[in-house]
């Protein structure tokens, strides 16, 4: 019984990280390359890249599409860990499901990888060749720009693999 309270306990506070999680991501403070107090990076990369008024223009498009599809690949990696969490609940989780949820949980990461490896290649097509230099800077400068984040990897264009995957738990 006590290790049942224990685990009870455990998912319980995983559950309400999870919450506050969710609500920060809607709630809380600016996206990462958000306008306002979070737009430090789109500053940066603006200021680096040297962007005319029109590039900014297109540029801030691509971040706000950016932002959008980033918030949903994190809703979707909290619903997935809140899902694979909660198999801890019962007696005997049960491991095919925990396996897919793995699997899925890797899936929306690589996505989430794939979708700022494209969000760069549109920037550096954004660039003029004069600013393709600037460009290959700032790509070494990355992690830091962006702290712990993963920097983009190589893999094909962004595609939502979740959502194509609908029968899958």
Known sequence: ME?????????????????????????????LLGHGGGNRPARVIIKRLRFD?????????????????????ALESAR???AYYELLVAEQP????????????????RAQTQLNFAHFG??????RPDQQADFARLVTELT???????????GPPYTN????NPGQP
């Open 3 to 31: 290790r049942t309270k224990l685990l009870t306990i455990a998912v319980v506070g995983l559950v309400l990280l999870n919450l506050i999680m969710i609500g920060l991501l809607l709630f809380g403070p600016a996206p």
């Open 53 to 73: 008024a029109s590039q900014q223009r297109t540029y801030r498009r691509l971040v706000t599409e950016h932002q959008r599809q980033t918030r949903e690949l």
């Open 80 to 82: 997935l860990h809140q």
């Open 94 to 109: 049960d491991s095919v499901q925990a396996n897919r949820l793995s699997q899925r949980i890797g899936t929306n990461q």
């Open 122 to 127: 549109q920037i550096k097509a954004l660039c």
């Open 144 to 154: 830091q720009l962006f702290g712990q984040q993963q920097p983009p990897g190589p």
């Open 161 to 164: 693999n979740v959502k194509n």
